[in-house]
């Protein structure tokens, strides 16, 4: 690869203290011998993100590859976003979702018109999704929501006609939460995106500690988690309820033929588990609320000796802080790949793989 381009100085922040075991997988492995394949992520432009099955497997690993480009090297001096403006449409609350998208666009040298929460458009004064759509419009060349109701997607797709990613509608669904927690996932084990199948390494057993039917983030990385169910032997699903599902989910388990448990036995089953997915923060009825608190983690807590926790954050009491300082922890390294992989994104939905520099390793 050519010297010419310099290593991302930003991504030094990501690596651990001296003396922390806490996992930060190097992103090298991603993209070494196997370059990116820009045909795969042009098909991207243009294109809105409202759920994950808007993606395809090849989509989502092309994606990473991308993203770990863009931990990897310091790509500012090329100005990939320059002259686009992305509006953050936040009509509920957010401290990763909005900052990283933000903190990826401006770094990308594109512009924000950040609305970080409803109060502050016409909404306030009982104005509709449908015409805020509209407005938008003429304003910006992308939008990025949130909103507390599900079905605000189809509202403001109404009369949008810029491209629309989901940044998390209500109990419904959160996909780049899920490129994020992939992306963690394929640092971590880089063969999940192997495609030859001699190449591939031991399948994983899957452990989600929630609700995937009121959890949005749980929901996505499950979906998404059944693209790759070639390399999961099992999904064990710990929660509180009888049907942590839904309807739809079940349809997509099925179809994707992946064996699975649902069981409230924590003590049970956590030892067997390769990955473990938590959070406790469910949408139900018309309000956040805290559900399957009681299924907690710490550092006494038995674990593999080589398992890993994702947590999408915000966290509450189930995921102790005795972890943070532990080589299960994978959470923090989610966290801060969601900045590369939203700039991935960003790039090929804007229609700017061509801007990027030509010593990084792509195929067309
Ligand atoms: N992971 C996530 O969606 O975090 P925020 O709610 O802070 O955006």
Known sequence: MSDKLELNKRAEFLSPPDGVETLRPEPNSLFENNPVRLSVLRALEGRSILSVKDFTREEVIE?????????NFEIAPYHIMDGKIVTTAFFEASTRTRLSFESAVLRLDGKVLSIPEGGVTGVRKGESLDDIGMMFNAYCDMVIMRHTETDSLERLTKGLRVPLINAGNGSGEH???????????????????????????????????????SMRAVKSFLLMSLMFQDRISKVIVISQMADPFGEDLVTELEKAGIQYKVTNNMKKYVPKLDVIYMNSIAFLGDSYKNLDAEFQLNKESELKEEAVILHPLARLSELDKSLDDTAHNLYFSQAHGAVFVRQALLIAISGRLDRLPKEIPVVD
């Open 63 to 71: 994606i990473a590859k991308l993203a770990a480009i863009l931990e």
């Open 175 to 213: 996909p780049t939460q899920s490129l994020a927690d992939w992306y963690a996932l394929l640092k971590w084990r880089p063969k999940l995106a192997e495609t030859d199948p001699s190449k591939r390494s031991k399948k994983l057993c899957l452990g989600i500690l929630g609700t995937p039917g």
